[in-house]
């Protein structure tokens, strides 16, 4: 490996994946970091690699799930891998490892300054750069050798998600399924330049729109829109509790304000004083991961 990449600490040199890395080809590795924006032919970049590296990321973590949690149904390990392989994982995994620094080392030499420091700081690059190194080792060493490294370089998401994460589509999705609703998403916009790009997602219910997200990536944005859709539809449910308390409460009356609040449906709260908030908020639609551990 180039002379670059002795300076990184001992703490990233203690990885297995990099270790396994030391031992790579140097056109193999050159290639692992080489965006397609560097190169005149797209298959002398990382892509394939990635594409390759994407599999066998997937394939690892699968089979260390369902070793891991043997007692856990199908759903439960998928909504698991689903967070351990996604992009934002594997971007902090990359950032952890150092890998956009090492591809600054190995592949930003002769090309301008601030596009490698761009493809640096990109989370799609970072996760892109995670995938290839992956399916680098693959091919160069086996399944076998590179599972472990992978299972060590991952393995503080796979607790964080087993102990912490919410995976809130799902969980709007199971919620609503047994009111017999469902929910749907769309891009409302897509915001900055490539290298930089998000996404604007909206949720809605039956064609209510009760959520908003943004993210780096659709899906991120989309767990977002989720979260904020099951706030929204789990505060509509407080207060349509609380009305049904209160109506049971009172008894109706002939005139006054409080035949004229359940006239209007003007909530109030257990004391039984108007429920300005909810009064004003109830017409009104609430504006990727628990974050994780790792760079966010």
């Given at each position: 490996m180039r002379k670059a990449s002795s300076r990184r600490s001992s703490e990233q040199m203690d990885d297995r994946m990099l270790r396994l890395a030391e031992r790579l080809d140097e056109d193999v590795l050159h290639q692992v970091f080489t965006h397609s924006s560097l190169v005149v032919e797209r298959s002398r970049s990382y892509e394939r690699l990635e594409f390759l590296g994407d599999s066998v990321l997937s394939l690892c973590v699968t089979t260390e799930l369902y070793r891991r949690f043997p007692g856990y149904a199908e759903g439960h390990l998928a909504r698991l891998r689903a967070y351990?392989?996604?992009?934002?994982?594997?971007?902090?995994?990359?950032a952890r490892l150092g890998l956009g620094t090492m591809l600054r080392e190995l592949a930003g030499r002769g090309h301008d300054d601030g596009e490698i420091a761009?493809?640096?700081?990109?989370?799609?690059v970072l996760a892109d750069l995670t995938?290839?190194?992956?399916?680098?080792?693959?091919?160069?060493?086996?399944f076998e050798a590179v599972r472990p490294?992978?299972?060590?370089?991952?393995?503080?998401?796979?607790?964080?998600?087993?102990?912490?994460?919410?995976?809130?589509?799902?969980?709007?999705?199971?919620?609503?399924?047994?009111?017999?609703?469902t929910v749907s998403y769309r891009v409302v916009d897509v915001i900055g330049p490539p290298h930089d790009r998000k996404f604007e997602i909206e949720a809605a219910v039956d064609g209510e729109v009760v959520g908003h997200g943004v993210g780096r990536s659709k899906k991120r944005a989309e767990q977002e829109a989720a979260e904020e859709a099951?706030?929204?539809l789990q505060a509509r449910a407080r207060r349509k509790a609380r009305r049904a308390r209160l109506r049971t409460r009172r008894k109706p009356a002939?005139?006054?304000?409080?035949?004229?609040?359940?006239?209007?449906d003007?909530?109030?709260?257990?004391?039984?004083?108007?429920?300005?908030?909810?009064a004003d908020t109830?017409?009104?639609?609430?504006g990727g991961d628990g974050v994780g551990p790792g760079v966010g």
């Open positions: 351990v392989v996604s992009r934002a994982t594997c971007a902090k995994v990359a761009q493809l640096m700081a990109n989370q799609n995938e290839a190194l992956i399916g680098a080792l693959y091919v160069t060493f086996g490294a992978v299972i060590e370089a991952f393995s503080e998401h796979i607790e964080f998600a087993q102990s912490s994460y919410v995976d809130h589509k799902t969980e709007l999705q199971e919620s609503l399924a047994r009111s017999g609703k099951l706030r929204e002939a005139g006054g304000d409080e035949s004229r609040d359940a006239a209007v003007v909530p109030r709260d257990d004391d039984g004083s108007r429920d300005r908030d909810g109830a017409v009104v639609a609430a």
